[in-house]
T-cell receptor
Framework: NAGVTQTPKFQVLKTGQSMTLQCAQDMNHEYMSWYRQDPGMGLRLIHYSVGAGITDQGEVPNGYNVSRSTTEDFPLRLLSAAPSQTSVYFC??????????????FGEGSRLTVL | AQSVTQPDIHITVSEGASLELRCNYSYGATPYLFWYVQSPGQGLQLLLKYFSGDTLVQGIKGFEAEFKRSQSSFNLRKPSVHWSDAAEYFCAVPHNNNDMRFGAGTRLTVKP
């Protein structure tokens, strides 16, 4: 089983550039989300989706954009990269809408460096 | 707001020794509580979860956790640590229906 697949695993950007982190899941999960992980801060929610066509902001949404056109895919767009967005990004999904209903399944992460 | 605190940033134990990782939560009612593990270079994996009922919950890989309302704690334990348990461990609590709030994490080093 592929589970949650993220690409790319590593990316270096220059300040001001834009890019998209891809996330796909093959478990037919309703809920998908993006977290960023920074040292000493745990994981913080950027955006989430409870189904195709439905997205909402999390704790730290500024500078990021998302869309959910299909159940399987949930890309994260950085509109104009800043050094503060240097982080490890994780996509996570859950079989039901809602992060508190059970297990979150995580991808392996995408390490982004903004110079 | 619901939150969790992990007081220990880094813990080192010898292989075969017992382990206890601390987690304190801030929540008015009985919370849902989770422990996740992150192996190097990997995403997070659920170890165990507490919703209600028996305050001692069993998880995968021989881990268990005990919910103590009087201490606002949900500490993770393992009787005998293996070298493969070296990882980072995160306690988590739902902030609302769609936002899981994670602690800062505790990094576990296992000495041979």
């Amino acid at each position: 089983n592929a589970g949650v697949t993220q690409t790319p695993k590593f990316q270096v950007l220059k300040t001001g550039q834009s890019m998209t982190l891809q996330c796909a899941q093959d478990m037919n999960h309703e809920y998908m989300s993006w977290y960023r992980q920074d040292p000493g801060m745990g994981l913080r929610l950027i955006h989430y989706s409870v189904g195709a066509g439905i997205t909402d902001q999390g704790e730290v949404p500024n500078g990021y954009n998302v869309s959910r056109s299909t159940t399987e895919d949930f890309p994260l767009r950085l509109l104009s990269a800043a050094p503060s967005q240097t982080s490890v990004y994780f996509c996570a999904s859950s079989y039901r809408a809602g992060a508190n209903t059970g297990e979150l399944f995580f991808g392996e992460g995408s390490r982004l460096t903004v110079l | 707001a619901q939150s969790v605190t992990q007081p220990d940033i880094h813990i080192t134990v010898s292989e075969g020794a017992s382990l206890e990782l601390r987690c304190n939560y801030s929540y008015g009612a009985t919370p849902y509580l989770f422990w996740y593990v992150q192996s190097p270079g990997q995403g997070l994996q659920l170890l165990l979860k507490y919703f209600s009922g028996d305050t001692l919950v069993q998880g995968i890989k021989g881990f268990e956790a005990e919910f103590k309302r009087s201490q606002s704690s949900f500490n993770l334990r393992k009787p005998s640590v293996h070298w493969s348990d070296a990882a980072e461990y995160f306690c988590a609590v739902p902030h609302n229906n769609n936002d899981m709030r994670f602690g800062a994490g505790t990094r576990l080093t296992v000495k041979p």
